[in-house]
């Protein structure tokens, strides 16, 4: 009965390589977010979708690109991978907008060699 | 200036102690505040959230919100070397999804 799941877990690549990044809500939320945390810890979002539509489009290089098949579900692929996508990548749902409690999932950590 | 700022820490407290986490904000608009914990290798933990001026308690836990001063804060009562993770504040405005993350400030409690 897992709320936010993420596959896979860890992912180990070599750079130039493209992958994806799963996430799965069962909340019954209609927001979900990306978010990226750095080796500093610092967690930042990326993308958000509002059942099925995008909402938060941050400064992030467009080889990044969400696709969100229903509003359980939110992916994250990556094109050519590079040594600084390497960090721990999170997804998170939320319900209504006024107090946006956001749930994560147990996070990607992506290793780019 | 950033827009959430955290000590990063790491704060030190004995157990059964109180430990006090601060967190100041720079967005006056900013309505909803949130505090959550992160062990080493785990996903952010929502821990406590508030809106109102004043302090909202929930078991060990106290969240404190002056936003004249921008500024909301975290009281751990009676800490437990369990408690000891980075704890993340994160502030929003009501009309946006967004959350703006401090930094984290780690705290470690000893036995």
């Known amino acids: 009965d897992t709320a936010v799941s993420q596959t896979p877990k860890y992912l180990v690549t070599q750079m130039g390589n493209d992958k994806s990044i799963k996430c799965e809500q069962n909340?019954?939320?209609?927001?979900m977010y990306w978010y990226k945390q750095d080796s500093k810890k610092f967690l930042k979002i990326m993308f958000s979708?509002?059942?099925?539509?995008?909402?938060i489009n941050e400064t992030v290089p467009n080889r990044f690109s969400p696709k969100s098949p229903d509003k359980a579900h939110l992916n994250l692929h990556i094109n050519s991978l590079e040594l600084g996508d390497s960090a721990v990548y999170f997804c998170?749902?939320?319900?209504?907008?006024?107090?946006?409690?956001?749930?994560f999932g147990p996070g990607t950590r992506l290793t780019v060699l | 200036q950033k827009e959430v700022e955290q000590n990063s820490g790491p704060l030190s407290v004995p157990e059964g102690a109180i430990a006090s986490l601060n967190c100041t904000y720079s967005?006056?608009?900013?309505?909803?505040f949130f505090w959550y914990r992160q062990y080493s290798g785990k996903s952010p933990e929502l821990i406590m959230f508030?809106?109102?001026?004043g302090d909202k308690e929930d078991g060990r836990f106290t969240a404190q919100l002056n936003k004249a001063s921008q500024y909301v804060s975290l009281l751990i009562r009676d800490s437990q070397p369990s408690d000891s993770a980075t704890y993340l504040c994160?502030?929003?405005?009501?009309?946006?999804?967004?959350?703006?993350f401090g930094s984290g400030t780690r705290l470690l409690v000893r036995p």
């Open positions: 508030i809106y109102s001026n």
């Open positions: 994160a502030v929003k405005r009501d009309s946006s999804y967004k959350l703006i």
């Open positions: 909340l019954g939320h209609d927001t």
């Open positions: 967005d006056r608009g900013s309505q909803s």
């Open positions: 979708y509002n059942n099925k539509e995008l909402i």
């Open positions: 998170a749902s939320s319900g209504q907008l006024t107090f946006n409690e956001q749930f």
